[in-house]
């Protein structure tokens, strides 16, 4: 694993996950939170993402947090591992709250700075909807690459793959 992606549902816990295996595969980590957002909430335009990617993916070695379908093409390209957390909704949606509670007012470690966490109640939405639109438009994209698809359902199975990484380390 030198080039993976660590992607699904908003809440899955995707940025915690990248950051524990980037830290055991010691790759550099990239969160397309911070490469979406500026500070104060203002999204970067799909040419400015599309630079940033570029930069990164062609390099050998790095991991990728984020779903971000407009930008999933040329990172599932370049990517040898997609570790894709299928994880239930209601899940999801209790785990996005909690961070929603625990870091309102302040940015979390993995986004940038001057974006302080709070709800959003059309993001709120987009999760509830998630397995009946952008779940869709996901599994879409992900066609011609099962190959390096790891699909894991449940924090169960996460923890069972992630005890196994650390059996052959």
Request: proline share 5%; charged share 25%.
């Amino acid at each position: 694993m030198q080039r993976v992606l660590v992607i699904g549902p908003c809440g899955a816990g995707k940025s915690t996950l990248a950051t524990r295996l980037a830290g055991r595969l010691k790759l550099p980590l990239f969160h397309m939170d911070q490469l979406n957002w500026q500070p104060g909430w203002t999204e970067s335009s799909k040419d400015e993402i599309a630079a940033k990617l570029h930069n990164i993916v062609i390099t050998d070695r790095w991991l990728i947090d984020g779903t971000y379908g407009g930008t999933l093409a040329p990172r599932l390209e370049r990517a040898d591992t997609v570790v894709y957390l299928d994880f239930p909704i209601n899940l999801c949606i209790r785990r996005l709250l909690k961070r929603i509670w625990t870091y309102r007012g302040h940015s979390r470690p993995d986004m940038t700075a001057d974006c302080p966490e709070r709800f959003d109640l059309a993001f709120l939405f987009y999760v509830v909807r998630w397995n009946s639109g952008p779940r869709l438009r996901l599994e879409q994209g992900l066609i011609g690459h099962e190959n390096k698809i790891i699909r894991l359902r449940n924090p169960v199975e996460l923890k069972r793959w992630m005890d196994s990484l650390a059996a052959v380390a």
